[in-house]
């Protein structure tokens, strides 16, 4: 048997970081921002300060990668000396990616490729993808790879608080969510994916503060009785609210293997909005 060399595929909707990205050598396919003015690749010819600053006059729309660029990446990792790829997506309940990627069928390029669905969204998916380049890194075969990043996916959970339904509702992602948040109670819907990738509100607070602690304290629930597990707080231009809640967080699970903090890509900026939170665990065997 040939020495297996194992890629790893993503979208940019899983949010891995750049400093995990160029460890692994993950290659990305960027989701497309959509203004009238042009079309833009998350994460390469726009950033999320950009798509902040546009949002008084213009909420874009987002879109797939091009087939055709897809297919670019295969053929790229094939030149690059690989034999096999794992590509890990965002959702199918909440995007078509996954479905794009696994057209390509089971030898793209001649590869030998898996697929993951991770059910789940930004760095929620994107420590699936992390999981892969450790598995690989420690030298498992290419099925235990895909064995072990599908074990992660469904291990994984994160929630998250926005601060209007309105970004959800308008690019049509608002899934199981209830449409009406009261505003006259100030109520915040806690939410996360279900088993089918779907956004589901699993909390509901009277007032931000106390929906972030309940977030908080979902995050701790899941990792109840794990011994090896990752943590993340992510945001949406709330940087001093997620350094904050990064620190509780630490405090209520310090066996923590990494941390993860920062600012979501401009694909999921568009879905929900500035004042984004999100608070994530990722259990280990």
């Known amino acids: 048997m040939s020495e297996e060399k194992i890629a790893i595929l993503t979208d940019s909707g899983t949010d891995v970081p750049q400093e995990y990205r160029d460890k692994y050598n993950i290659y990305v396919a960027p989701l497309m921002i959509i203004y ?136 049509g992602r608002i899934g199981l969510v209830a449409g009406v948040m009261g505003a006259l109670l100030d109520l915040k819907p806690v939410i996360t994916c279900n088993e089918d990738g779907v956004y589901v509100t699993v909390a509901k607070s009277r007032g931000r503060k106390k929906s972030l602690n309940t977030a908080i304290e979902l995050a701790v629930e899941h990792a109840k009785g794990v011994k090896d597990y990752n943590i993340t707080v992510m945001h949406g231009n709330a940087k001093a609210e997620a350094d904050a809640l990064l620190a509780a967080l630490k405090t209520r699970l310090p066996n923590f293997h990494f941390a993860i903090e920062g600012q979501i890509t401009p694909a999921l900026v568009v879905h929900t909005g500035p004042g984004l939170i999100g608070v994530g665990v990722q259990c280990l065997d």
């Open 36 to 171: 009238k003015d042009g079309e833009y690749r998350d994460g390469v010819d726009i950033q999320p300060e950009d798509v902040f600053a546009r949002f008084p006059e213009s909420i874009p729309s987002t879109s797939l990668p091009c087939p055709a660029a897809i297919g670019e990446i295969f053929k790229q990792i094939k030149a690059d000396g690989y034999n096999k790829v794992i590509a890990i997506a965002i959702s199918s309940g909440l995007s078509g990616v996954f479905d794009l990627m696994n057209s390509f069928g089971p030898s793209p390029e001649g590869l030998d490729a898996y697929y993951v669905d991770t059910k789940n969204i930004g760095i929620g998916s994107g420590f699936s993808v992390i999981r892969a380049g450790e598995l690989i890194e420690q030298g498992l075969s290419f099925d235990r790879v895909c064995a072990g990043v599908e074990n992660a996916a469904k291990r994984t959970k994160l929630f998250f608080c926005v601060s209007t339904l309105e970004y959800l509702r308008k690019g």
